[in-house]
């Protein structure tokens, strides 16, 4: 589904990413991990479009899309939510739904002119489907509270729903168990599970929380230093002499 060849984005002569590659398969949840400073939050904003590497290809789909912009890529169903949840805070949850999905009728002055009752059916169909994200997500008792005032967990589901009120194909997830307490962590879990396992969202997920990791995530790819250090299942990658040493700065020897 994504195969990145040899990314490199240079900022003024510090290389954040640094002759990055490897594909995620359709159907897979990826984990990408590694130290602070590792270049994973600078290698989703270059495949969300956000920036423009410098270097290097992405294709999504086989189609190049390294110099699309973030909102060419959504309309392709490649999406992103944000360590830091990017909801409308004085905007409800249910509404914050309900703007998501694209080219709506009611969008157009025309439209709500000449076309009111298309309007009106569209806005139903979209409502219809925000309840039935909000149902999914176990988040119906909180529809018409503002979203800035849901908690940090909640927040978290609410920015995974608006990803489903997109049909997206490729979910990137940055660092969705920050600030989570464990109960609403594991219903976070579990809805990516059934999005991935019933649903067919292919997913990769940036995360520090290794239980998470191991529990939803094959391949596991580890970066250090803007590189890609060790590809494979959880056990191998935790495992590999090279990731104790880019997470723990000991080296087998040391650690023994």
């Not at 925000?130 to 529809?143: D, G, I, K, P, R």
Request: aromatic content about 6%.
């Amino acid at each position: 589904m994504l195969e990145l060849d040899q990314l490199v984005m240079d900022f003024s002569g510090f290389k954040a990413v640094n002759g990055c590659s490897f594909r995620v398969d359709e159907g897979s949840i990826t984990g990408l991990i590694g130290p602070n400073g590792a270049g994973k939050t600078t290698l989703f904003n270059l495949i969300a479009g956000a920036l423009q590497p410098t270097s290097g290809r992405i294709r999504f789909l086989g189609e190049d899309v390294t110099s699309l912009a973030s909102h060419q890529l959504f309309h392709k169903g490649l999406v992103r939510t944000f360590q830091i949840p990017h909801e409308f805070h004085r905007l409800t949850a249910l509404e914050n739904l309900m703007m998501v999905p694209p080219s709506q009728p009611g969008e157009s002055l025309m439209s709500n002119w000449f076309s009111w009752s298309r309007v009106k059916a569209a806005e139903s169909d979209v409502e219809s489907k925000a309840y039935e994200t909000l149902e999914f997500l176990e988040l119906t008792h909180v529809a018409h509270e503002r979203a800035g005032n849901l908690s940090g967990g909640q927040k978290k589901l609410l920015e995974l729903g608006r990803t489903m009120m997109t049909d997206a194909k490729l979910v990137l997830l940055d660092e969705p168990a920050a600030g989570v307490n464990r109960t609403l962590l594991r219903k976070l879990e579990t809805k990516i599970e059934i999005l991935n396992k019933e649903r067919g969202y292919t997913f990769i997920l940036i995360e520090h929380d290794m239980e998470m990791i191991e529990k939803l995530c094959d391949p596991v790819v580890c970066m250090a230093e803007g590189r890609v250090l060790v590809e494979g299942d959880f056990q191998t990658v935790r495992s590999n002499p090279q990731v104790l040493e880019a997470y723990l700065g000991e080296t087998t020897g040391d650690a023994a």
